[in-house]
Antibody, heavy 121, light 107 residues
Framework: QVQLQESGPGLVKPSQTLSLTCNVS??????????WNWIRQPAGKGLEWIGQ???????KYNPSLKSRVTISVDTSKNQFSLKLSSVSAADTAVYFC?????????????WGQGTLVTVSS | ETVLTQSPGTLSLSPGERATLSCRAS???????LAWYQQKPGQAPRLLIY???SRATGVADRFSGSGSGTDFTLTISRLEPEDFAVYYC?????????FGQGTKVEI
């Protein structure tokens, strides 16, 4: 059974860097079949795709966040991570990690439960 | 980027009724790379439909997707109490992948 679980600080100060990790179980993060994604959702609002990583391949980021986002993978721990720099209140949201399937054009078939990150001093 | 507009914003229906949700794209969705998700309060989205019309594993057959090009529809043939939720469409044919703003199906 595939499971994804986000972890990281729930409170980040403005201008600092938000760091989250997604622990993956039940499947190897090295599998050639999957892409690994971050998606966020401000309270009461819709979903925004942040970016994805394909182990051994290239990353892809949403242009709206590209200058501030880094997604990396640690295959030894079967996890991937998100770093978002220079955060502001507008980055306050529930952050989800999700598995992408379908190849390069991927949709999301397994999601973590989400973790709330609040940006506040 | 491809903008997805969902309508209506809210759909007020009763159990047993048919729900029809619309998703319109600002440009053609390549190879019908469109998915639908269901989200309940406090939960992650759940994949219902991919490729515009293929049901995900374990999804009840009362859920069906249709459409092509720029116009897509999610139909719930007979609403069950557990179907009252927010539904999002998502396109994955053109980066960045984007979501619609959601349709809330309420009693």
């Amino acid at each position: 059974q595939v499971q994804l679980q986000e972890s990281g600080p729930g409170l980040v100060k403005p201008s600092q860097t938000l760091s989250l990790t997604c622990n993956v179980s039940g499947v190897s993060i090295n599998s050639v079949s999957y892409y690994w994604n971050w998606i966020r959702q401000p309270a009461g609002k819709g979903l925004e795709w942040i970016g994805q990583i394909y182990p051994g391949g290239s990353n892809k980021y949403n242009p709206s966040l590209k200058s501030r986002v880094t997604i990396s993978v640690d295959t030894s721990k079967n996890q991937f991570s998100l770093k978002l720099s220079s955060v502001s209140a507008a980055d306050t949201a529930v952050y989800f990690c999700a598995r992408g399937v379908g190849g390069y054009y991927n949709y999301f078939d397994n999601w973590g439960q989400g973790t709330l990150v609040t940006v506040s001093s | 980027e491809t903008v997805l507009t969902q309508s209506p914003g809210t759909l007020s229906l009763s159990p047993g009724e048919r729900a029809t949700l619309s998703c319109r794209a600002s440009e053609t969705v390549i190879i019908n790379h469109l998915a639908w998700y269901q989200q309940k309060p406090g939960q992650a989205p759940r994949l219902l439909i991919y490729g515009a019309s293929s049901r995900a594993t374990g999804v009840a057959d009362r859920f069906s997707g249709s459409g092509s090009g720029t116009d897509f529809t999610l139909t719930i043939s007979r609403l069950e109490p557990e179907d009252f939720a927010v539904y999002y469409c998502q396109q994955y044919g053109s980066s960045p992948w984007t979501f619609g703003q959601g349709t809330k199906v309420e009693i």
